[in-house]
């Protein structure tokens, strides 16, 4: 016959088991949603030592979020706390010096990350026309 105290640790450790596969062998839910679902950021063009980029966002949480746009020395150029239910501006920065450009979107269950590599080429064009 079995002990007591063998059928006591066995009747404790079971629910532990039980609790353990309840707590942790379930796959969890992530509520947030994708990056496509929430906004779109995106180059709109270069001129006068200028660029342009346009960012769009949708499914803004009550708790809003916060833009952040950085330089590649990580040094902040624009920053600000977005509420409402969606956001779009177009945003004209200067190029002098920079090479990359981050875009940083975060709240509660939100985010939306783009990072922009810019490079620089000079183009020459040669025209030749018969005297």
């Not at 239910?85 to 939100?110: A, M, P, R, V």
């Amino acid at each position: 016959m079995k002990s007591i105290a063998t059928t006591i640790k066995k009747a404790a450790f079971l629910p532990l088991i039980c609790l353990s596969f309840i707590c942790f062998g379930q796959i969890k839910n992530v509520s947030a949603i994708t990056t496509n679902e929430n906004g779109r950021i995106e180059f709109v063009r270069s001129a006068d030592g200028n660029v342009w980029f346009k960012v769009n966002l949708a499914n803004i949480p009550a708790s809003g979020c916060s833009l952040q746009i950085t330089n590649q020395a990580n040094e902040i150029i624009f920053e600000d706390h977005i509420k409402g239910d969606s956001y779009q501006k177009t945003f004209k920065i200067s190029n002098e010096g920079l090479s990359k450009l981050n875009f940083d979107i975060n709240g509660k269950k939100y985010k939306v990350n783009n990072s922009f590599d810019l490079k620089y080429e000079v183009e020459t064009k040669l025209a030749v026309t018969k005297i």
